[in-house]
T-cell receptor
Framework: DTGVSQDPRHKITKRGQNVTFRCDPI?????LYWYRQTLGQGPEFLTY????????KSRLLSDRFSAERPKGSFSTLEIQRTEQGDSAMYLC???????????????FGPGTRLTVL | AQRVTQPEKLLSVFKGAPVELKCNYS??????LFWYVQYSRQRLQLLLR??SRESIKGFTADLNKGETSFHLKKPFAQEEDSAMYYC????????????FGQGTILTVHP
């Protein structure tokens, strides 16, 4: 296990097209997070899963965005009808679920860089 | 709303000089604060967290609740410290979800 992996690493698409990204977490990690990072900014939270349940979604996540983690392992993030403003680095992270108010370190993937033309 | 502010986008120092990366936060409650680092061509990784009170790679950070700050310090910077540094927090009902600052690019010159 070499850590969190993401595929593809780069995606160039035309405005209006749909794109899907995949994240494979560290195998024993039950929490999976998606973040988006635009140029010059820190990562912004999008959504997270505990096992297969999507527990929280950011208001940043418009109706065009959907994420799944069907078997509690890998996750996909789909963007429909892409817009130029969707151009960003999409980061995935995974962690073990801690007990109440216990933070377990999130391990980040290399990211998928999306360019919408 | 929770917010993290890193006022310096860029910070340059010479090798051996002290370095301080500033971080201020806004949060109604008791957050947990972190510093994450991203070296060139590497992934984002955790550097240190306030709750552990550790010194990692010579870096320390003290949580000042009165000033709502969590500045990162190192007394003698090294060239290998050159990287992007992000301050982040978590807490409350969304414990685990991270809120990041904008980041500071640290360059240590020989």
């Amino acid at each position: 296990d070499t850590g969190v992996s993401q595929d593809p690493r780069h995606k160039i698409t035309k405005r209006g097209q749909n794109v899907t990204f995949r994240c494979d977490p560290i195998s024993e990690h039950n929490r999976l997070y998606w973040y988006r990072q635009t140029l010059g900014q820190g990562p912004e939270f999008l959504t997270y899963f505990q096992n297969e349940a999507q527990l929280e979604k950011s208001r940043l996540l418009s109706d065009r965005f959907s994420a799944e983690r069907p078997k509690g392992s890998f996750s996909t993030l789909e963007i429909q009808r892409t817009e130029q403003g969707d151009s960003a680095m999409y980061l995935c992270a995974s962690s073990l679920r801690g007990s109440r108010n216990t933070y377990n370190e999130q391990f980040f993937g290399p990211g998928t860089r999306l360019t919408v033309l | 709303a929770q917010r993290v502010t890193q006022p310096e986008k860029l910070l340059s120092v010479f090798k051996g000089a002290p370095v301080e990366l500033k971080c201020n936060y806004s949060y109604s409650g008791s957050p947990e604060l972190f510093w994450y680092v991203q070296y060139s061509r590497q992934r984002l990784q955790l550097l240190l967290r306030h709750i552990s009170r550790e010194s990692i790679k010579g870096f320390t950070a003290d949580l000042n609740k009165g000033e709502t700050s969590f500045h990162l310090k190192k007394p003698f910077a090294q060239e290998e410290d050159s990287a992007m540094y992000y301050c982040a927090l978590t807490g409350g009902t969304s414990y685990g979800k991270l809120t990041f600052g904008q980041g500071t690019i640290l360059t240590v010159h020989p």
